[in-house]
């Protein structure tokens, strides 16, 4: 039998429309993709009954509160990258590093300065969506280790994005969950680590112009002021204070699942919900989003470094001048950095046990 070109070049260009109209969909509601066992596993982490929030306290959360404030306040105008107010945060910071005895990790000082040209950039499987990258100038990471109790380990990096989206029509965006959140939890590790060191050094990352398309993270690579094979592994902290849910995602244990017992560990004395979602590829993913790529660890998985990315799901005050300091949840940010702070000793246990081998 002699198929025509034509008919093969139609149904190719059909296909290829109804991938193309996918794509742009998003996310097709596949939930029968999700396998019996993964729906099991969300199901059971509903309806389990969480411990009452009794924590050691370790961390002290008035002064999370107090570094979160500080960074959340209208003067810091919202933090916008490379503007007077994250200019302002990066010294603050600096100044933070200093007291917590971090040892400069950047490369003037503390600090990781770069520039970023107007470009474009692609993304989706045909590389068919784009986004304009905007030039960037007098933007800084901010770089601090401690040393290991293990000498030859490489890192285990800690990152967090200071920069938020600025003023906007005069209205400020103080960014308070997002992501002073995170950077006054990653201080308060730091305060915490100093004291009780781990086996691998710590390497603490506060990264700037994450909202201008994770560019921080990029030029951190780019510039080698970080080489991938510096790092064990990339603990990414974005948005940790407020869930009426009282749920914190943990994502990448679709591309790391060595993480799944790690996790149950750590559940176990955690009053917050760990979930396990929001890292499976477009074809797996359901009705939910993947969030590989919604903030820096993205880049770090891009360059083959292992990730846990925490979060809380969006709220309506996300990416509106109403994320302010007054609607942080202070227990449950609390619980979630304790969690955080058990996670990191597990994390760095196993990997220590793992490089004995
Ligand atoms: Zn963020």
């Given at each position: 039998m002699k198929i025509g070109f034509k008919p093969i070049l139609v149904t190719l260009g059909l296909l290829a429309g109804l991938t193309f109209a996918a794509q742009q969909w998003g996310?097709?509601?596949?939930?029968?993709?999700?396998?019996e066992r993964e729906a099991a596993r969300i199901e059971a982490l509903k309806s389990m009954p969480l411990p009452a929030a009794?924590?050691?306290?370790?961390?002290?959360k008035d002064r999370m509160m107090q570094d979160l404030s500080w960074m959340a306040h209208p003067e810091r105008e919202g933090r916008e990258s490379g503007q007077a107010g994250a200019l302002a945060t990066r010294h603050w910071l600096v100044q933070q590093y200093q007291q917590i005895g971090l040892q400069p990790a950047g490369v003037d000082g503390y600090l990781h300065q770069y520039e970023v040209q107007e470009h474009i950039q692609f993304s989706g499987v045909f590389r068919q969506r784009q986004r304009q990258i905007e030039a960037i100038s007098n933007a800084a990471n901010v770089l601090g280790r401690l040393p290991g109790k293990q000498a030859g380990l490489p890192y285990i990096a800690i990152s967090a994005h200071y920069d938020h989206l600025g003023v906007r029509n005069g209205d400020v965006f103080h960014g308070a969950d997002d992501n002073a959140s995170g950077v006054a939890a990653m201080l308060e590790l730091a305060r915490y680590f100093a004291l009780n060191p781990t086996e691998h050094p710590l390497l603490f990352m506060a990264l700037d112009s994450e909202e201008k398309g994770l560019q921080g993270a990029v030029a951190l690579f780019r510039d080698q002021a970080i080489r991938p094979e510096q790092l064990a592994f990339n603990v990414n902290l974005d948005m940790l204070s407020r869930d009426s849910e009282r749920q914190l995602f943990a994502v990448g244990t679709y591309q790391h699942p060595w993480l799944h017992p790690l996790l149950d560990q750590v559940q176990q004395q955690s009053s917050v919900r760990l979930m396990r979602a929001h890292d499976r590829p477009w074809w797996r993913a359901g009705r939910t989003e993947n969030w590989v790529n919604s903030s820096d660890h993205g880049v770090f998985h891009r360059h083959g470094v292992p990730f846990i990315y925490f979060g809380v799901a969006d709220h309506?005050?996300?990416?509106?001048?109403?994320?302010?300091?007054?609607?942080?949840d202070v227990t449950f940010y609390h619980a979630v950095s304790e969690t955080v702070l058990d996670f990191i000793k597990l994390l760095d246990q196993q990997l220590a046990a793992k490089a004995q081998h």
């Open positions: 996310y097709p509601a596949w939930q029968s993709w999700l396998t009794e924590l050691p306290g370790r961390l002290d309506p005050d996300y990416h509106t001048p109403r994320d302010t300091s007054d609607r942080v």
